[in-house]
């Protein structure tokens, strides 16, 4: 349960409203070069000021242009930077995954989950292309003379390719299903999802009010809970444990490790700490494994002497 920041923005912009208006005015009065001068005139002059003016008048000045108007042109402004600014999140962590499927990149070489898994299935793909590809040859060949004569050549055309030929071929076709498996998916999970209409700055203002009673209402509950000293619901365990590891972690672990997360409590800071180490620890390879231990053993000893 988050607090949406439209409510900070309404309150903002209502009491700064009348600044929002003099910011206008100063504005007019700055690009016009008639009153930019009078405005240049009697700031160097306040006695002439004084004496056009006297001192018993107190000027209000409205701006020519409609406040409100300004204010539309700000929230559709907001509204396409906060869609802009969730299309590039998704469109950079795309790119990432598409570099590290085409390069093969493991989890140490700074590869993910998604990217294995994608290159994985672009594999799968390909290798069901080349087979299609292939039993079609054969389909040709078998026709008759001609035609066989024709798969001959062929089998021997490609066996005269260039096998580095070949394999950047065969890489950018596999690159090709790779960016189109990507593509497909909206949503990675993380906040890295493809923009809607619902990511709207301007629609988040509406929901704003409904998002708030929401998330007072859900902390109050939670707070009667710890008070009657019950157990933790299984939404409760979810959200910390979520705002613990993050968005990006959660939702990429399956659920299996999302159930183990929940239960060791990982919002309390040295569960925390016991389980990145182990995190750290699974993504070693067996001889880094083996010299941590060692280190650990070093370690423990020393401090029992």
């Excluded at 292939?134 to 066989?148: H, M, N, R, V, Y």
């Amino acid at each position: 349960m988050r607090l949406s920041s439209g409510f900070c923005v309404v309150y903002f912009i209502k009491s700064h409203f009348i600044y929002i208006q003099k910011i206008v005015r100063a504005y007019e009065v700055l690009t016009n070069k008639e009153t930019r001068d009078q405005y240049d005139y009697f700031r160097s002059r306040p006695e002439a000021y004084l004496e056009k003016y006297g001192t018993s008048v107190i000027w209000k000045y409205a701006p020519k242009s409609d406040t409100a108007l300004v204010i539309i042109a700000l929230l559709a402004l907001l509204s396409w930077l906060s869609i802009w600014i969730k299309k590039t999140r998704w469109r950079n962590l795309a790119d990432r995954i598409i570099k590290a499927s085409v390069d093969g990149l493991s989890l140490k070489e700074g590869g993910s989950n998604e990217s294995i898994e994608f290159r994985r299935l672009a594999l799968e793909k390909l290798a069901e292309r080349q087979a299609e590809r292939e039993k079609l040859e054969k389909d040709e060949s078998g026709g008759g003379g001609a035609t066989a004569s024709n798969g001959k050549d062929k089998k021997k055309k490609t066996r005269g390719l260039d096998k580095k030929e070949l394999k950047m071929k065969e890489q950018e076709e596999l690159k090709a299903i790779i960016v189109e498996l990507v593509e497909a998916v909206h949503d990675f999970g993380g906040g890295f999802a493809k923009p809607t209409w619902r990511d709207m700055f301007i629609v988040k203002l509406i929901k704003a009010p409904y998002s708030i009673i929401t998330a007072c209402a859900w902390w109050i509950q939670y707070l009667i809970r710890r008070t009657k000293g019950l157990e933790y619901t299984d939404e409760e365990l979810e959200f910390f444990t979520r705002r613990a590891v993050g968005d990006v972690i959660w939702d990429t672990v399956t659920e299996e490790e999302k159930a183990d997360m929940k239960t060791r409590r990982l919002w309390i800071f040295e569960n925390l700490q016991q389980w990145k180490e182990e995190e750290e620890f699974r993504l070693l390879s067996p001889g880094e494994k083996k010299q941590y231990n060692r280190l650990k053993r070093k370690t423990s000893s020393a401090k029992i002497d």
